[in-house]
């Protein structure tokens, strides 16, 4: 959810903006008059960097409390009280920005979790947030692909600081043989160095397919991913979107390198 700030005197159009926008997932902040609007933007300076997270925690009163703290940190938070399922809410919205995960979880193992979160998604954020204070948890962890272990118990602010920290960093991988990085906390694409600003849909896109990195993804499931109401015309705008993308990536539809169609099926994206 993109959030913006408005300052515009003609209250009427602001409100009509305010009403259009909002179907394109933009939430609006108005403000009729420049100062009103520097006062807010001063109290509020956090428009567009909104963090979302996925919590894996089996501890639902903990879950809960780190919810409440973290909201006032502009952290927003999903909560799941078992791997399986928190699992399932990450394959359907792979775009939280970070994940935070317990280990003694039922079912299944954090460390067991994170391995599979880290093959699957490879540039997302993981903090281990665990009782276990032995080093070998630890360095297991970071093996398995954490970026970060916070031992409990632990004050919610230091959680914000940590996750805050990983993000400033912006660039979500930094393997050289890769042609494109890319800075989600600023929602642009970088292609051997140079930055690259797509619209929004075609961000949503890129990086839908670039944390899926050579999988075969339907239509139906960007689709679905992305939301149907931006699609009018379903499957066929899903290609027109596509083709959109590749012209912006400089990537040759007739011969492409990084998004390869799949007959019959969707796309798979390369990143060479």
Do not use: W
Request: aromatic share 6%; proline share 4%.
């Amino acid at each position: 959810m993109i959030e913006i700030l408005r300052i515009e005197d003609d209250l009427d159009l602001a409100e009509l903006l305010k009403y259009a926008l909002a179907k394109s997932e933009i939430g609006v902040t108005i403000a009729t008059n420049p100062l009103e609007g520097l006062k807010i933007l001063n109290e509020k300076n956090t428009f567009d960097t909104m963090i979302e997270i996925l919590l894996i925690e089996d501890d639902l009163d903990l879950a809960e409390l780190l919810k409440y703290a973290l909201a006032k940190s502009e952290i927003g938070v999903t909560i799941a009280t078992n791997p399986l399922e928190g699992l399932n809410i990450l394959n359907e919205k792979s775009t939280f920005d970070a994940l935070v995960l317990d280990l003694g979880l039922p079912d299944m193992d954090g460390l067991e979790v994170c391995k599979n979160v880290r093959r699957t998604y490879p540039s997302l954020p993981i903090i281990i947030s665990s009782a276990r204070t032995e080093t070998l948890d630890k360095i297991k962890g970071f093996e398995l692909g954490a970026d970060d272990y916070v031992t409990k118990p632990y004050e919610p602010i230091e959680l914000a600081f940590r996750l805050r920290s990983i993000l400033r960093r912006g660039i979500l991988v930094s393997n050289d043989s890769k042609t494109f990085l890319v800075d989600k906390q600023r929602r642009i694409i970088i292609k051997n160095k140079e930055e690259i600003e797509p619209t929004k849909l075609e961000f949503d896109i890129f990086i839908y397919l670039y944390e899926k990195e050579g999988i075969v993804i339907p239509r139906e499931d960007i689709l679905i991913h992305l939301g149907q109401s931006k699609f009018q015309s379903g499957l066929k705008s899903i290609d027109v979107a596509i083709g959109r993308l590749r012209q912006k990536i400089g990537d040759d539809p007739q011969n492409p390198r990084f998004i390869h169609s799949v007959r019959g099926i969707g796309y798979k994206f390369i990143n060479a």
